[in-house]
């Protein structure tokens, strides 16, 4: 794969999160659905809906943390640009640089509402678990199955899942950082649920430069 540049990773990594944020939008509206909705049918066909869109978010984030680490080059090895599933994707990130996921800043009592980041990165797996659940879990949703389990399955969803779901990755995602492997920081600010664009920029840390 091509060697990005700065430019062209930011506008890449904004355009992914953009749809992020547009399909994390379709969730709450079909959480919103499943509050006022009685009819059986009108709350299968919105979670199913629900669960489709949180599946391919996590997909997208995959992606993104593959375009954001573009410059290294063992992020452009064969073997990750040819992996499809999210949960196997992940993983493989995970073992190759564990500080490779989105952090969330923490909410310091700013009255403008920003975040604080700590200035290291974490190398916990904790993003990474909750994402490849989030994916399996849709994904298993999402699946028929065979004929004898299809049978004996009852099509119920449970909606505080999709709910919990969601606000774990608008909390996670609405404003936050990568540290790159050359010592410098992707800092996104979402703006859910509505802001014109989606910021995204490089920060170099004291003594990095």
């Not at 953009?18 to 659905?33: A, V, W």
């Not at 505080?160 to 990568?178: G, K, M, R």
Request: aromatic residues 10%.
């Amino acid at each position: 794969m091509t060697v990005l540049t700065d430019q062209e990773v930011g506008s890449q990594y904004a355009e992914l999160m953009l749809e992020i944020r547009s399909r994390l939008r379709e969730i709450e509206m079909q959480l919103n659905i499943s509050d006022i909705s009685t009819a059986k049918r009108q709350q299968v066909f919105a979670a199913e809906y629900a669960y489709f869109q949180l599946r391919r978010i996590t997909e997208l984030v995959s992606m993104a943390i593959l375009i954001a680490h573009n410059p290294t080059e063992e992020f452009r090895a064969g073997n990750l640009l040819k992996e499809w599933n999210p949960d196997t994707l992940l993983k493989l990130i995970g073992k190759l640089r564990p500080a490779a996921f989105p952090q969330r800043g923490i909410d310091g009592g700013d009255p403008s509402g920003e975040r604080t980041f700590i200035a290291a990165p974490l190398v916990n797996t904790e993003a990474r678990d909750r994402i490849c659940k989030i994916y399996t879990t849709a994904a298993d949703k999402l699946h028929v199955g065979a004929f004898k389990s299809f049978m004996r399955r009852k099509r119920e969803y449970n909606f505080n899942d999709i709910q919990a779901s969601w606000e774990y990755l608008v909390d996670l995602l609405d404003e936050h950082i990568i540290f790159l492997p050359d010592g410098r920081i992707a800092y996104t600010k979402l703006g859910y649920p509505d802001a014109e664009s989606v910021e995204v920029k490089w920060i170099t840390l004291p003594g990095e430069a």
